[in-house]
């Protein structure tokens, strides 16, 4: 497994989790990465992408200001802290790696895919 993904859990409304997302360095080096969710019945979408080395971020706007993304590029580790989470929020949260662009924004700009970690928020 090139990207694992965890930190997925049960949450009430308002309440905060920290994904993390592990790699390996020979995939993880020099390459912007991202968050994606896809809730029941929906479609993919983009959450949040960092750059390399972790200057740039871009967030979605149904998110932003709740959601932060960092990296530690000694430790090859990826994180979505997730604050005032709502019932919508409820997703499979998956990381991913940008192929070769500085901040990727879609989901075809991504090229390694982890398994998702699922996001349960309880009003």
């Known amino acids: 497994v090139q990207l694992q993904a965890s930190g997925g859990g049960l949450v009430q409304v308002g309440g905060s989790l920290r994904l993390s997302c592990a790699a390996s360095e020979r995939i993880f080096s020099h390459y912007a990465m991202g968050w994606f969710r896809q809730a029941p019945g929906k479609e993919r979408e983009f959450v949040a992408a960092?750059?390399?080395?972790?200057?740039?971020?871009a967030y979605a706007g149904t998110v932003k200001g709740r959601f932060t993304i960092s990296r530690d590029n000694v430790k090859n580790m990826v994180y979505l802290q997730m604050d005032s989470l709502n019932v919508e929020d409820t997703a499979v949260y998956y990381c991913?790696?940008?192929?070769?662009?500085?901040?990727?924004?879609?989901?075809?700009?991504?090229?390694?895919w982890g398994q998702g970690t699922l996001v349960t928020v309880s009003s």
């Open positions: 991913a790696r940008g192929g070769g662009y500085y901040l990727p924004q879609s989901a075809p700009e991504y090229d390694v």
């Open positions: 960092i750059s390399w080395p972790g200057v740039k971020t």
